[in-house]
């Protein structure tokens, strides 16, 4: 069974997430003030994403899984990006980059 939405059930504790790149499908991805550093990977055949919400998560620093999660093929992806402090040097791999500054 697809996994529908994956939100407001992750401890503030939580640092790793590497066991979610075991699921093939997700709509909906939320973390709100945890402690996670990173976004996992996914297989290839990881699909249908259609929201991702990022908000105050302090030690994320590395964006780049987020690369392999999958879209929905019929709609577009939101992703929601707030206070997610310190901001990480931007990803080159990352189609999306909510850090994005010029950097000397």
Not at 89 to 102: H, R
Request: proline content about 12%; overall charge negative; glycine content about 8%.
């Amino acid at each position: 069974m697809p996994h529908r939405r994956l939100r407001d059930r992750l401890p503030p504790a939580l640092t790793d997430l590497s066991a979610l790149g075991e699921l093939t499908s997700l709509l909906e991805f939320t973390a709100r003030r945890t402690g996670i550093v990173d976004l996992p990977t996914f297989d290839p055949g990881f699909g249908a994403l259609r929201f991702i919400s990022l908000e105050g998560n302090p030690a994320l620093a590395d964006i780049g899984g987020l690369a392999s999660w999958g879209t929905h093929p019929d709609e577009a992806i939101t992703v929601h990006l707030v206070d997610n402090r310190p901001a990480p040097p931007c990803c080159t791999t990352c189609p999306i980059s909510p850090w994005s500054e010029t950097r000397s």
